[in-house]
């Protein structure tokens, strides 16, 4: 992000040995505008720092003025406080199978939940095709054999959970990298326009049903998130919600995945991602487990998990 600064000297002498300071959170920017000769306009640019996540107030910047000698100077303040969001860093990760087979005709699966398979429309008999879908009446009007075409409704589900317990992770870096880890998964998901529900230990943080600009809403969330002493444990109110599709734990060295495995048969897949591990974890039956340092050994071991 950066700051752009329009100063027009309204006088009839060059003006020089002005100084402006821009407010970036606990930070003070320093902008040097140039020697300014009357009645020309001059534009100055400086970066903003964006190396951390959140939610950084900027502004107002004050702008001094001061005689060649250091005896007098004014300041005036120019512009209200803008908050600058900075989002998590992604990488871009293939979406995680749910178990779920996906045909010409739509997504099936044989777990999906009643109620989910529904007509979508007729076509013309080909061999193979069960008896038992024949649409009489159409064939009858157009002499051809027609048969319903019916599809799964249901759309694959990811569910991240993500532990905001400070204690989980002994470097508070960790927690920024569980967040950009979290955040490329739902970025991946919500490429493929699937649905994306994000859990922590507090509650429910976003959830949703699959289109276009879900990543936004979901990375303006996760930009605000904070590892805290939280009272329950994130895994926990992944049991609350409705269950299917793929499940992905994000922890740090020091959280604990074993209690994951009482999540399987709620999840048609279930992947633990550990931060900077300090050992090897256990293997989980049923469960994939990935153990990163960075953004890139995420993106090879997801690659590999897909695969």
């Known amino acids: 992000a950066g700051g752009v600064l329009h100063v027009t000297n309204t006088g009839r002498l060059r003006r020089a040995g002005m100084r402006a ?79 779920r087979n996906h045909h010409l005709e739509g997504p099936t699966t044989d777990t999906a939940p009643a109620g989910t398979v529904t007509f979508h429309a007729l076509r013309e008999y080909v061999v193979g095709d069960d008896l038992r879908y024949i649409h009489w009446r159409s064939s ?11 599809v799964d409704a249901s759309l694959p589900q990811t569910t991240i959970v993500i532990d905001t317990n400070e204690n989980a992770y002994p470097d508070p870096d960790d927690f920024e990298l ?16 699937f649905p994306v529900r994000v859990l922590t230990g507090d509650g429910p943080l976003v959830e949703t049903r699959g289109g276009p600009h879900d990543i936004e809403l979901i990375l303006d969330r996760l930009a605000v998130l904070r590892a805290h002493d939280v009272p329950h444990e994130a895994l926990d109110v992944a049991r609350r919600v409705r269950a299917g599709g793929s499940l992905v734990v ?10 994951a495995g009482t999540l399987r048969r709620r999840f048609d897949r279930v992947v633990c991602v550990r931060i900077r591990p300090e050992a090897p974890g256990p293997g989980l039956p049923g469960i994939a487990l990935i153990e990163m340092a960075n953004l890139d050994e995420l993106r090879a071991a997801w690659t590999g998990a897909v695969r």
Do not use: K, W
């Open 21 to 99: 300071h821009d407010a970036c959170g606990a930070d003070a920017i320093d902008v040097e505008p140039p020697g300014l000769r009357p009645d020309r306009p001059e534009t100055v640019t400086y970066a903003l720092p964006t190396d951390r996540r959140g939610e950084i107030p900027v502004g107002p910047l004050r702008l001094v003025r001061a005689d060649p000698f250091g005896l007098a100077r004014r300041v005036r303040e120019y512009g209200d406080v803008q908050n600058l969001l900075v989002r998590p860093r992604t990488v871009a990760l293939p979406l995680m199978p749910s178990g």
């Open 140 to 150: 009858a009007r157009t002499g051809t054999l027609m048969v319903r075409q019916l």
């Open 178 to 193: 569980a967040v950009d880890a979290a955040a490329s998964v739902a970025a991946g998901a919500s490429a493929a326009n």
């Open 250 to 259: 994000l922890t740090g060295a020091r959280g604990d995945i074993t209690r």
